[in-house]
């Protein structure tokens, strides 16, 4: 595994939560009512989508092996796909319970 790969893989997981958080603010912002379900938790899917793939990549990084770098960054990989899915998946969760334009 290359190590453009990896760390590729790394940085996956929190631009796919940026995306989320402004691809969701935007659909909020310019109409509200369309920010919960369906479009809002197909944006947090696609985005969960992109940290399952990031998690993919290291983790066949881990089993390749190779130098001590490359294992670096597939642990890093592995750790953001995991902690920025959690974020993801728990912001999901609260667009499909409550609608973003509930007053």
């Known amino acids: 595994m290359s190590g453009r790969a990896l760390g590729a893989a790394a940085m996956l997981p929190p631009v796919a939560w ?3 958080q402004q691809g969701l603010g935007l659909v909020v912002r310019i109409a509200c009512e ?3 379900p369906p479009i809002g ?3 947090g899917a696609a ?3 992109l940290c399952a793939g990031a998690a993919w990549i290291g983790w066949r990084g881990l ?3 190779g130098a001590e770098t490359q294992a670096l960054l597939a642990g890093l990989a592995l750790g953001c ?3 920025f899915g959690l974020a993801i998946a728990f912001q999901l969760a ?7 334009c509930f007053r």
């Not at 609260?94 to 973003?100: G, L, N």
């Open 18 to 20: 940026f995306l989320f």
């Open 81 to 83: 796909a995991g902690a």
């Open 41 to 43: 938790p197909a944006i």
């Open 34 to 36: 369309r920010g919960g």
């Open 63 to 65: 089993r390749t092996g």
């Open 47 to 49: 985005a969960l989508l």
């Open 94 to 100: 609260a667009t499909v319970i409550e609608a973003p």
